[in-house]
């Protein structure tokens, strides 16, 4: 439940700190004194869309607060703990509304977005208001509210529906548009076939370009890499005594012949024969690379042409051979998605046949549910609009088949209703007045508390259009509601003031040439004289108080 709201230069209010009980508390005061206002803060809190315009005129930022108890609320501290927010029995949500714009949420200190803000919200609080009639004249929301009667038994189907069909959904479009564009789709396997086909059949290797340009120059420089060679080897190994090797030799033998004299001596013998070795090393290896070296006249052509087509592939398919290897990984992705499902259309038409069939199965078990809620819906209708001096009207739920399945399923619905005996069901939203259409709300509204589990219930107003022992039973059921969850209440009727527990007085008054929003929790006094006013209007009388006072003592004594 609300357990305190604060709030800071949101729209007319300038300051205000409330705190609140269970129960059923109603909101008073004359139009235009801000108690929608509060509801909006409340609201905010839930995770409704801010706007700059809350912010008040002169203040930089509107700052809302709301302390929760949430001690019982799971579903609340599951929403918290998927957010990694420590779910305690207390909940503190601070809301910040910018003048340019910008919106900070908290929950327990955590900044979170406004998504992560609503999935907590929507588990503490249930605004309704005259808005959610409007959902009673639309038709195409009788489905979602039917759902919403019993969301435990229907949802896990309804989850494996909208899978299903979002899954046939896709691949449908993608068959539709293959029929539509068969010539586009055809030419574009043709193109991936022939590049697949170009890429593999070059048999390329990471680093070959390399190699190839390296034997390449090897090549085009033979006659000066032979001659190098040779000269080198000649140099190195020659004839009379006169090579590089059996000079250093000599000179190795000379050095060793005193290196027992000085250390000095015996160092550089050392240095000479590690020279001497290494000389005859390279010596091998030249000789080696010398017996290698062999024309063929025919190679480098060879090494060209592999060069050539390495360039063309280049030029079409990348910079480098690894970035010709990713493309045809990718286009052999492609090109098994457009192929794999069936290489023509007839066997991508047998898939989405076969998704559909997933879809048809999963949603005849929906409608089945639906069905079934249904007539549960109509009983629990019937039973609370008899509670609501409507114990004749008829309720029903109306299926009508889709031509075509969408993400909700294969039905139509339509809440159809027969206000006098005698007279044909027809459309809710055609023929229910506006007093008929708070009853059937707030029967709902009554219905849907029962399961939803949600700590605070805010009605903005609904009571508009009732008068007289309909305002009695409206009062009536408000309270009922308030057993199950804690009912914050805005309401001009006397007898729903009357039936609250507790009761709150708004009023706004001007400033220095500034409007402000003051509220104030009434004692038994100020009750009487509240609703005596809301009985007689700006004039109180002694017989308004006296009959404020009896209906006040009548209702609590209920």
Known sequence: MLLELSIKDFAIIEKLDVSFNQGMTVLTGETGAGKSIIIDAVGLLAGGRGSADFVRTGADKAILQGVFDIAEIDNTKNA????????????????????GGRSVCRINGTIVNLNSLKSVGETLIDIHGQNEHQELMDSEKHLALLDHFDEKMVGKVRAKYEEAY???????????????????????????????????????????????????????????????????????????????????????????????????????????????????????????????????????????????????????????????????????????????????????AQEVEARYQKVKKLGTQLTEMRQRMALALEAAIREQLSGLYMEKTQFKVQFTPKAEPDRTGFDGVEFLIQPNPGE????????????????????????????????????????????????????????????????????????????????????????????????????????????AKMLAGVNITELSLEHARELLKTEQAH
């Open 166 to 348: 979002a899954d046939y959904f896709k691949l449908n479009q993608q068959l539709n548009k293959s029929r539509k564009n068969e010539h586009e789709w055809n030419q574009r396997v043709d193109v991936l076939q022939f590049q697949v086909e170009e890429i593999k059949s070059a048999n390329l290797m990471a680093g070959e370009d390399e190699e190839l340009e390296k034997r390449r120059d090897q090549l085009n420089n033979f006659q000066s890499i032979s001659d190098a060679l040779s000269t080198s080897f000649q140099l190195l190994e020659g004839e009379d005594g006169a090579s590089a090797i059996d000079q250093i030799g000599s000179v190795m033998q000379e050095l060793q012949s005193i290196s027992d004299y000085d250390d000095e001596y015996q160092q550089v013998s050392d240095e000479v024969q590690s020279a001497y070795y290494a000389l005859e090393d390279v010596t091998n290896r030249v000789r080696s690379a010398l017996d290698a070296m062999e024309w063929n006249s025919n190679e480098l052509d060879e090494v060209e042409q592999r060069l050539e087509v390495v360039r063309q592939l280049k030029k079409k398919y990348g910079n480098s051979i690894e970035e010709i290897l990713n493309y045809l990984n990718k286009i052999e992705n492609e090109l098994n998605e457009m192929t794999g499902s069936g290489n023509n259309l007839d066997d991508l």
């Open 80 to 99: 918290l703990i998927k957010l990694g927010i420590d779910a305690t029995n207390d909940l503190v949500i601070t809301r910040e509304l910018h003048k």
């Open 424 to 531: 044909d069901l027809k459309p809710l939203a055609k023929i229910a007045s506006g007093g008929e259409l708070s009853r059937i709300m707030l029967a709902l509204k009554t219905i849907f508390a029962r399961n939803e589990g949600v700590t605070s219930i805010i009605f903005d107003e609904v009571d508009t259009g009732v008068s007289g022992r309909v305002a009695q039973v409206i009062a009536d059921k408000i309270h009922e509601i308030s057993a199950h969850s804690q009912v914050l209440c805005i309401s001009h009727l006397p007898q729903v003031a009357a039936r609250a527990d507790h009761q709150l007085h708004v009023a706004k008054k001007v400033v220095d040439g500034r409007t402000m929003t003051n509220l104030t929790v009434l004692n038994d006094e100020g009750r009487v004289n509240e609703i």
